[in-house]
């Protein structure tokens, strides 16, 4: 799922935050947003329903199946 890890991080730093900071205002820890960025490792269904809500984007988005 490399366009999740892509999206993520381009939409974490479009809005100015750091792994931290995101980590902290959706409820996960700082390690987990950092290895989703690499793309070591995918959140679960609702961790990325969190994401979507946070940046105000589909899931269909971060998962690339829309633009």
Do not use: H, Q
């Amino acid at each position: 799922m490399k366009i999740f890890a892509e999206r993520l991080k381009e939409l974490r730093i479009e809005e100015g935050l750091s792994t931290r900071e995101l980590a902290k205002r959706i409820g996960v820890s700082n390690m987990a947003i950092s290895r989703w960025e690499r793309d070591e490792r995918t959140p679960n269904l609702e961790v990325v329903v969190e994401i979507a809500k946070y940046f105000k984007v589909s899931t269909d988005y971060l998962c690339g199946l829309e633009d």
